[in-house]
Each structure stands twice: as structure tokens, then as C-alpha cells.
């Protein structure tokens, strides 16, 4: 992952940015290479030298940092909504469906409860929730002892 950041840090460089456009932009026949230019980017591996002084990219060294990028992300649960749709209608039939999925139709039940059942079903418990409450998918006690889903119980 350290190659990953380096690279990142490279290309937040405008010097390093500009130099990786210049040795991208040359191909397989490369560029002279620049020892300063070059610095960053070699710290990074993603340049490979040439016969006769010139650097190309490392195609091969950007395939192993994007995989490893990828590798460093965390896999979705299967099966669970991490992000709620920004469309209304396909947010609103999302929370339906979690909604019925949870609660049965005559059933109050405490907060712990949902957050309980949410979980199972959602990544974030909170914002679900609350969203559920705000579009009137889902009622609860003031204080939040008890949701049910409304003219249901």
C-alpha cells in the first residue's frame, strides 16, 4: 500500500503530475529520464528504464498498485444496503421493502430491536432508520421506545 500512497503523492506534485504526462505521453519509446523529474515517481515504481538513459511507465508495476488499491478496500457485506438511492422513488421503495422485511404488520417493537434487525440488513443502522422515520415509512414514540410501521399498529 505504501507504492499506492507514493504514487498519490506524486501525482499531487504539478512537477511529478506533469513529468508522468510527459513519460506517458512518449509510450514504449520513452523519455530521457530526469533524475529530479523522475524522483517521486520512482520512489513510487511505477517507471521503468529503457536501454540508452530514457523511463517509461511501468504498466505492469500500475496493474500491481491497482490491485492492491482494490485489495485494500473492504468488501460489502452480500446481501446489504450500504447507500440509499438518491432517486426519491427508488429510495422510498427501498425503505418499504426494508421496512417490511423488519417489521411485521401489527408489531411495535424497541429501538434496540430494529437497530437489531436493520443490521442484518443494512450498513448504516442510523441513517436507515432515521430515514425510515422522516419519510413516514416507519412511526415511533417520541422518545424512541417503540416503531412501528404506521396505520399497521
Do not use: C
Not at 524522483?39 to 511501468?58: F, I, N, Q
Not at 491497482?66 to 446481501?79: M, N, Q, W
Not at 421503495?93 to 417489521?103: F, G, I, P, S, Y
Amino acid at each position: 500500500m505504501q507504492h499506492v500512497i507514493q504514487l498519490l503523492a506524486a501525482l499531487a506534485n504539478g512537477r511529478a503530475r506533469t513529468r508522468f504526462a510527459q513519460v506517458a505521453l512518449a509510450g514504449e519509446a520513452g523519455t530521457p529520464a530526469d533524475a529530479a523529474a523522475d524522483r517521486l515517481l520512482r520512489a513510487a515504481g511505477v517507471l521503468e528504464d529503457l536501454p540508452g538513459g530514457a523511463v517509461k511507465v511501468d504498466e505492469a508495476a500500475l496493474a500491481a498498485l491497482l490491485g492492491e488499491a482494490r485489495a485494500a478496500v473492504p468488501s460489502r457485506p452480500a446481501g446489504k444496503v450500504d447507500l440509499l438511492p438518491r432517486q426519491r422513488a427508488l429510495r422510498i421503495q427501498v425503505l418499504r421493502e426494508l421496512a417490511a422485511a423488519v417489521l411485521g404488520e401489527d408489531e411495535r417493537i424497541p429501538e434496540r430491536e430494529l437497530n437489531a434487525r436493520l443490521g442484518e440488513r443494512a450498513l448504516d443502522i442510523p441513517g436507515v432508520r432515521r430515514a425510515l422515520v422522516d419519510e413516514g415509512i416507519v412511526a415511533r414514540e417520541a422518545d424512541g421506545s417503540a416503531y412501528w410501521r404506521p396505520g399497521e399498529g
